[in-house]
């Protein structure tokens, strides 16, 4: 349960915990902090996040599977391309047990006891598991920088691919002359990608006022259910088509030794990014209400219903991670292109019907991502600063001057798509992959060579490689394709 103190000057309570015999960054002392970010019980209940908590496993999965299944899984078969069966194949099991263990740590950290009372306190935010473990001020510092950028970067990305989708549907369908290439038609009309955007922005604008993250529970049902249906359509169709003419699964040819190795990094930090669903995996949790064991007298608890919507939103993700990649990949060999679906471009009323899905995809996970900067607004600005409740007005201005940032930014910088591969190097690593395992060692104590001990470890130095290969490749793929970035194009 959440506390209800009032608000209090943070320096003097790390002060009295100091005079205790405790320090700020001990996990014990967090219970005798008060930390102005964490909200009251009062605030608790007006807040995006926790509004409310009637949540169920399948809610959880909703949300994880729309997490996760992003349109990147489109671009698995092109990084299976660069690394080769083995490679590919080992990379992407890799990735999903590594990823599967670390959300479970969150999952099992979320509800932490207090030894005095014995009471659970809930870490209903990401931000506060790590201030519980490191302190308020470094816990925060760890992590909201690469949690921010990971969820307002996703969501100028997600804006970016609506609009491009639904640019693409428009050349399906208009009036104009084909290429016999791509079924794409020759439009004659100046509505361009920023045009697009905007259309696909007015959407999220309204979607964005949707109270709060459990009544979101169905646009993540429908954005999970639009993600296996494109990522089925993208498996299905190079099965039904057959392989190309002359596929190779060999290198790719003609490409210099920095492309061949720069491109390695670049596929695996693909892959690895491909899980980034735990950016809010414990604001999900936090949606869940506690209940009693079906068997026995434990404490109520989370876990249980969080650990079925995480393993049936993998069991989920697994499918469509691996079809794709794998009969994408089967079908075009090296020539597949970045998106698996321009190798394929037919039939045109297929297509058109899957980057409508893809479409209602993005506007979900764009919802999702944005729940956890929806929060801080709330707690930050409007109740701490302004003074102010979060009510329907109050959201009304703020969350649509949000989505209108995230529009005109994807508007500006219609490449963006391209600079996300740095970012997801920077924020997706260690929020989904070093955090979780860094916070396991500081307040579980595994022994020293355990089971737990040895999987932390090589968890927090393979995503640390991974993240740094993965920012080389992504600043080495910005330098190439710099030349060919413009503001506001059409």
Known sequence: MSRSRPAANV?????????????????????????????????????????????????????????????????????????????????????????????????????????????????????QLTSHAFGPKAGRWM?????????????????????????????????????????????????????????????????????????????????????????????????????????????????????????????????????GGHNMALEIQSTIPLKPPRRGNGPASSVRQMEVGVYTAYAITIYCYFMVAIFGYHAFGNLVEGNVLYSINRPWQLMVFTNLTVVLHVLASYQVFSFIVYDLIEKKIIIDRLKLRPTLPVRLVYRTLYVVFTAFVACLLPFFGDIMGLVGALGTTPTSYTIPPIVWLKLKKPPTFSAHWWACWITIVLSASVGVLGALGSIYQLAISAPTFGVFQR
């Open 143 to 275: 992590l909201l920088p690469f949690q921010l950028m990971v969820c307002i970067g996703g969501a100028i990305t997600y804006t970016i691919t609506g609009g491009a989708s639904l640019s693409r549907v428009w050349k399906y369908t208009c009036d104009g002359s084909v290429d016999p290439d791509t079924n794409l038609k020759s439009c004659n009309t100046s509505f361009g990608l920023s045009a697009w955007i905007v259309v696909y922005s007015v959407a999220e604008a309204i979607l964005s006022q949707v109270p709060n993250f459990t009544k979101l529970g169905w646009v993540s049902a429908v954005g999970a259910f639009a993600s296996l249906a494109y990522s089925t359509i993208a498996w299905v169709l190079p099965l039904v088509y057959g392989s190309a003419a002359n596929v190779s699964y060999g290198p790719k040819p003609d490409r210099t030794t920095a492309q061949v190795v720069f491109g390695v990094f670049n596929a695996l930090a693909n892959i690895a990014f491909a899980y």
């Open 11 to 127: 320096t003097a309570d790390v002060e009295d915990a100091s005079r205790d015999g405790k320090s700020a960054s001990e996990p014990d002392a967090y219970f005798d902090i008060h930390d102005s970010w964490e909200p009251t019980e009062e605030e608790d209940k007006e807040l995006a996040i926790t509004a409310e908590k009637d949540a169920s496993w399948w809610q959880s999965c909703y949300h994880n599977t729309t997490a996760m299944v992003g349109a990147g899984v489109l671009s698995l078969p092109a990084s299976f391309a660069t690394l080769l069966w083995p490679g590919g194949i080992i990379s992407l099991v890799l990735a999903t047990l590594i990823s599967l263990y670390t959300i479970l740590q969150l999952t099992w950290l979320h509800e932490q006891r207090n030894p005095k009372d014995g009471s659970i306190h809930r870490m209903n935010r990401y931000h």
